[in-house]
């Protein structure tokens, strides 16, 4: 990877505002459309999207492996194919083109007018067609948290928990877009106090924090990936609101773990930040105690400092933050997680989507969920205008935000934000 493109003291031609998650050091990949045209894929910088169908129609993508098709589609699967030497050299050349002092594109307002579009004019869609999803359950903290509420403390982690990266395959087809609302779901649930379960509205459901990779294509069924190799099969992050109800979960998931209480909602960001665009953000992970088995270790630093806010907006409200995180605090990598997931055989494919697991800090006011952050309801959360949140409630509006940030750079993912409808 040339280190220009990460390197701190690049400015752009374009003006980016102090601040912003779209410097020019960022540049992530998503799907645009404007008012009726076809979707499109694009870059960001500052307040623009980037058409990157129209940079290849004027010609700006000359000995680069692509071709229009990877970019005149609502997805960026077809991009993807070309792998992370593909995606790596096509950042590269964005980079190029709008870093202060090019002026291959900035001499040409005609063609400026036509690769550069205001965000104000666009809509986002789902970045990338999800064939399968898997959801991990990696931060130590909130493993711990959870198996206070519903153990105790002597007996919080299960015996697993620190030899392997616990997940569980969820539902692709309900992984949606930021801004796109949803209704509570309903399920059936049992009351502590009832013999007997009863259907209706869940009543408590709660956000979960997390980020989520993806990959490109993976290697065929029987293959494994080693976490010296999964840097190179991981595209890039999003942030990921992986909704929960609780009671229905509570009621339904022994033995066979989540089904319903899970896979009516989970949002993500539009924006995929590459990790080639989170490098700079490395930092060392926890040490491992147990040791892990051979094929979990790893070297160097492979976690990513990530600063996380999670806020509740009520209906006409003010937002209000309710927990500030940091994806640095997970005991699992992301490495760690790709190299057991495939470790069976299983074939990981283009466009898989891998959740986190809620992230949860050491204190107080940095767990990922409600769960955490009113203890099971005990502790509920005093909301400005004279109410509170034990749980989510119909018409809150649940943000999450996510940057990184060191040297003068800010490298974001914009923001995951979803309101609550009542139950149909």
């Not at 309903?186 to 990779?213: R, W």
Request: hydrophobic share 35%; net charge negative; charged share 25%.
């Amino acid at each position: 990877m040339s280190l220009s493109v990460n390197d701190p003291s690049l400015t752009s031609w374009v003006e980016v505002s102090k601040g912003s998650d779209f410097p020019v050091q960022n540049l992530p990949f998503g799907i645009i459309k404007v008012g009726d045209d076809q979707p499109r894929v694009a870059s960001r910088i500052g307040e623009f999207a980037i058409d990157l169908k129209s940079m290849f129609v004027l010609g700006y993508m000359e000995n680069l492996p692509f071709s229009l098709e990877d970019f005149d589609t609502d997805s960026l699967n077809i991009m993807m194919k070309k792998g992370k030497v593909g995606t790596r050299k096509l950042r590269e050349r964005i980079s190029k083109l709008f870093q202060a002092g090019s002026e291959d594109l900035h001499t040409k307002q005609h063609h400026v007018d036509q690769i550069l579009i205001s965000i104000d004019e666009v809509t986002m869609l789902m970045p990338i067609v999800i064939g399968d999803y898997t959801d991990f359950y990696s931060s130590e903290q909130h493993a711990y948290n959870v198996g206070c509420l519903f153990r105790d403390p002597e007996n919080a982690l299960m015996p697993n928990w620190k030899h392997i990266p616990v997940g569980y395959h969820g539902r692709a087809s309900s992984i949606i877009p930021s801004g796109v609302d949803f209704h509570r779901p309903k399920g059936q649930k049992k009351p502590p106090t009832a013999d007997v379960p009863v259907f209706g509205p869940s009543n408590l459901l709660d956000f979960e924090l997390e980020t989520a990779f993806f990959t490109y294509e993976g290697k065929p069924l029987g293959g494994s990936i080693s976490t010296e190799e999964a840097d190179d099969y991981i595209f890039g992050m999003a942030l990921l609101n992986d909704w929960s109800a609780r009671d229905i979960q509570g009621w339904e998931y022994v033995p066979l773990g989540p089904f319903l209480g899970k896979s009516f909602a989970s949002h993500i960001s539009c924006w995929i930040v590459t990790l080639d665009a989170l490098e700079p953000f490395r930092v060392s992970g926890p040490v491992q105690d147990p040791k892990v088995l051979p094929y979990l270790e790893y070297s160097g630093d492979k976690h990513i400092a990530i600063n996380l806010d999670v806020l509740i907006k009520p209906e006409g409200k003010e937002e209000v933050s309710v927990c500030k995180s940091n994806y640095k605090h997970m005991y699992w990598n992301m490495n760690q997680q790709l190299a057991h997931h495939s470790v069976n055989g299983c074939n990981i494919r283009l466009g898989d989507c891998m959740g986190s697991g809620t992230i949860s800090g050491p204190n107080e006011g940095e767990y990922g969920s409600m769960l955490e952050i009113s203890w099971k309801g005990t502790k509920p959360f005093p909301m400005p205008d004279g109410t509170e949140r034990k749980f989510i409630l119909d018409n809150d509006t649940v943000i999450m935000r996510g940057y990184c940030e060191k040297d003068g750079v800010r490298i974001g993912f914009g923001e995951v934000a979803a309101k609550v409808l009542p139950v149909t």
